[in-house]
């Protein structure tokens, strides 16, 4: 069974940092290609960034300069490091093997202005 754990989130100042991080079991990540999404109250779920299974990235354009995402294959783990936050950022941040309806249970992102 397939299984994503997102963690990482919490309250931070606008201008601060955070980083997300993506846990799976029961699939190897490293031949996947991962996504990040965010949903804010009242919003659509929205692309955040991805990585293909060729380490290839890209980020939306609202976190353009900002966010990083990344993968460490030994811990089968994908990363969003997310810097100079805005209070726009707040949302649940979810991962998701693309091309699946393997979702995490998402974690919350606050920024306060």
């Known amino acids: 069974q397939v299984q994503l754990v997102e963690s990482g989130g919490g309250l931070v100042q606008a201008g601060g940092s955070l980083r997300l991080s993506c846990a799976a079991s029961?699939?190897?990540?490293?031949?996947?290609?991962v996504g990040w999404y965010r949903q804010a109250p009242g919003k659509q779920r929205e692309l955040v960034a991805l990585?293909?299974?060729?380490?290839?990235?890209n980020v939306a354009d609202s976190g353009k300069g900002r966010f990083i995402i990344f993968r460490d294959n030994a811990k089968n783990t994908v990363y969003l490091q997310m810097n100079s936050l805005k209070p726009e950022y707040t949302a649940i941040y979810y991962c998701?093997?693309?091309?699946?309806?393997?979702w995490g249970q998402g974690t919350q992102v606050t920024v306060s202005s």
């Open positions: 998701t093997v693309i091309g699946t309806s393997v």
């Open positions: 990585i293909t299974r060729g380490g290839s990235t």
């Open positions: 029961g699939i190897i990540f490293s031949i996947k290609s």
